[in-house]
């Protein structure tokens, strides 16, 4: 499943999204958990665009004892990463646990590259699985590529491979999130974590 919805939130919740100092001041790598119970209430403006980009996508209910994770990542010209998976290890670390569904908003974005690419792929078990996967990837038939447009959300199975291509200039936001039914331990007794 792939979705991509252009103006996806109202212009008010993203342009208080884009000013607000919480927004503007959030680190890179700090990974935070907003908790379904209370998501008939935000209380930031991150969290109110959270509600606004989710709210038409997923019943609370279902999620009741998870979440929303979020992160916010800010490229200002030649960023890319590499092929990457948006799960956490399980304590063992043999298995990855991911979440229902992920979706990468672009709250502003003025850019040249950047663009979203996704693999088509089956869910990764293990980092074995994960490595195999790429090892076999066909550019030609298995990688979607989506532009980052101000106010465009791709909603995608959190268990699929992405990366950000290379962003040769300008400017890229993107608040990220992916829903999870049960909370993630790495979650328990905090709000945040960085890595």
Known sequence: ??????????????DELVHDKEYLEYPLRKYSFWEMKNFKNPQSKIEMA???????????????????????????????????????????????????????YYPYVDCLGGYLEIIDNEKSKSKEHFSETLRLLDNSTQVERIKPVTNRAV???????????????????????SVWIKKPLTFNNKLSYNV
């Open 155 to 177: 909603f995608y199975q959190s268990h699929r491979i992405h990366r950000v291509a290379k962003i040769y200039k300008g400017h890229r936001e993107c608040l990220a999130s």
């Open 50 to 104: 959270l509600h606004q980009i989710w709210k038409d996508l997923i019943d609370p209910e279902d999620f009741i004892e998870g979440g929303i994770e979020y992160w916010i990542n800010k490229s200002n010209g030649h960023a890319g990463n590499r092929w990457h998976l948006d799960v956490i290890e399980s304590e063992t670390q043999l298995e990855y646990n991911s979440a229902h569904l992920t979706v990468a």
């Open 1 to 14: 499943m792939l979705k991509i919805f252009d103006n996806h939130i109202r212009e008010k919740f993203r």
